[in-house]
């Protein structure tokens, strides 16, 4: 299984950039929210190819993960 990390990147004029990975689908989108709306206005969102991702992606991709263990 992937590693879960939010990484945060603070700009000098205040910005700050939220980037997630190891999170699939709309499980990004939950796990953030708290964080999101104490830091303030967003003001925009780009999805990666992992919030596309379905539950039934991650599983297939989990099994194929696991096919290449020893």
């Known amino acids: 299984m992937a590693t879960e990390t939010l990484e945060f990147t ?3 004029d205040g910005r700050v950039v939220e980037t997630v990975k190891g ?6 989108t ?3 929210a708290e964080i999101e ?10 999805e990666t190819d992992e919030h ?3 539950v039934e992606n ?3 991709q ?3 993960e696991s096919w290449g263990e020893t």
């Open 37 to 46: 709306g104490k830091l303030g206005n967003m003001t925009h969102r780009q």
């Open 52 to 54: 596309y991702q379905t």
């Open 58 to 60: 991650q599983s297939a």
């Open 30 to 32: 939950e796990l953030t």
């Open 23 to 28: 999170v699939r689908g709309k499980q990004c």
């Open 10 to 12: 603070i700009y000098p």
């Open 62 to 64: 989990q099994q194929w």
